[in-house]
């Protein structure tokens, strides 16, 4: 059973700065592609930042500059490292990550459980 668990979220100030981990558990995993999302309340979850198994990085305009994506393969585990937070970073982030195991047929598309991120004053 493959389960993606995050930390690190919380309450910040506005220009503040947190550190999103997200570790995944399981059997004889490979982990292709890792992924943040967030979701604000009443909004579509959207998408924050990719790291791909070659280690090639995508971000929105939103966020670039701001967050760095990284990921610890030996760990199994990604970090999102959030500077100059702004009110509108506020969301439930998310983790996502494309695993393949032992039993199963090819890559499969994980999600985590979310953290909350809350940036105020």
């Known amino acids: 059973q493959v389960q993606l668990v995050e930390s690190g979220g919380g309450l910040v100030q506005p220009g503040g700065s947190l550190r999103l981990s997200c570790a995944a558990s399981?059997?004889?995993?490979?982990?292709?592609?890792w992924a943040w999302f967030r979701q604000a309340p009443g909004k579509q979850r959207e998408f924050v930042a990719a790291i791909h198994s070659g280690g090639s990085i995508n971000y929105p305009n939103s966020v670039k500059g701001r967050f760095t994506i990284s990921r610890d393969n030996a760990k199994n585990t990604v970090h999102l490292q959030m500077n100059g937070l702004k009110p509108e970073d506020t969301a439930v982030y998310y983790c996502n990550a494309l695993i393949s195991t032992a039993i199963s047929t090819g890559y499969v598309n994980y999600w985590g459980q979310g953290t909350q991120v809350t940036v105020s004053s």
């Open positions: 399981g059997s004889s995993l490979t982990i292709s592609n």
